[in-house]
């Protein structure tokens, strides 16, 4: 894996842009990205992805910085190393890799669940996630910036590049944006409701890596499995164009004067929120009469 960015839905209603991306960048700076709100994501899960796959991944491909530069105080690092020092940084880097692949392995014969045994090679890692937004300039602004770090710095810009050439399709009231459903898809399930389950359960299987497989009957089962057990991040990427009447239900009218529901602005209505009590999720396997 490397660096990647890929638009995958680009739509624009009201002249209000919602697009959706799968970006690939070091698992190290997730939590930068993850601090943009206006960001709905998912993304792969160190929770279900098979242990031996992701040491598979790390041995045949490891995350190594491109470079390393002098510690310095702040934020930003100092002057890069010399050819000597970085040499020996790329060492120290790759042995410590070595290490927690190891290690990792050593808990796989152990017994130990994923949970554990993936999160001491998460450094090393690769990271895709799936990223649908209606506001970017802002997360432009910081992270295409030589004051981020250099990682989160080099995705970014190629979200930028990716943005920038595609062309959004024109959307109107009633219409849906849905990551990971075709046009031929469209066209042979005929209802919105499949075309949404399966941009939701797609969006979703980010967490595996297998976003982009196509399986009707996986899709809408794994659809269920996420509405029944309350996993509901997964819902925010499909969206529908608000019309007349969305806008003057109560639920939704309120949010007018603010121009937002949820992380989106209007007119798009995230699926989540069309969903009853998505806010708050109860688990009915633990609620005892």
């Known amino acids: 894996m490397s660096y990647d960015a890929q638009v ?18 070091p698992r190290i700076v997730l939590a930068e990205f993850n601090t943009h709100r206006v960001f709905s994501r998912n993304s792969a899960s160190s929770r279900a992805i098979p242990v031996e796959r992701r040491i598979e991944q790390i041995e045949s491909d490891p995350f190594v910085p491109s470079a390393f530069a002098l510690n310095k105080a702040g934020m930003q690092a100092g002057d890069p190393l010399d050819e000597v020092q970085s040499e020996l940084a ?14 990792a392995k050593h808990l796989v014969k152990a017994g130990v ?4 045994a993936n999160r001491l090679i998460e450094t090393f890692a690769w990271h895709t996630v799936v990223v649908s937004f209606t506001e ?57 409701d499949a075309c949404v389950r ?15 497989l196509q399986n009707f009957d996986k899709d809408m089962a794994r659809y269920d499995g996420l509405l029944s057990s309350g996993h509901m991040s997964p819902f925010e990427h499909a969206a529908r164009v608000a ?6 239900r109560p639920e939704i009218a309120k949010h007018v004067a603010s121009g937002f529901l949820g992380n989106f602005r209007l007119p798009w209505l995230q699926h989540r929120k069309l969903i009853p009590g998505e806010d708050v999720f109860v688990d009915r396997d633990l609620v005892t009469s």
């Open 8 to 25: 995958v839905a680009d739509s624009i209603a009201y002249g209000v842009r919602l697009t959706t991306m799968v970006a690939t960048f």
């Open 90 to 103: 790329r060492t120290i880097w790759k042995n410590a890799c070595d290490a927690a692949v190891s290690n």
């Open 113 to 116: 669940h994923k949970q554990w």
């Open 136 to 192: 970017s300039q802002n997360y432009w602004n910081l992270r295409d910036n030589p004051k981020a770090q250099p990682e989160i710095m080099a995705v970014t810009q190629l979200m930028r590049e990716a943005f920038d050439r595609s062309t959004p399709r024109e959307l109107y009231p009633g219409n849906w944006h849905l990551p990971f459903v075709t046009d031929p898809e469209r066209l042979q399930y005929d209802t919105d």
């Open 198 to 212: 399966l941009s939701t359960a797609r969006a979703a299987a980010v967490s595996y890596e297998r976003h982009m």
């Open 243 to 248: 019309d007349v009447s969305d806008l003057l």
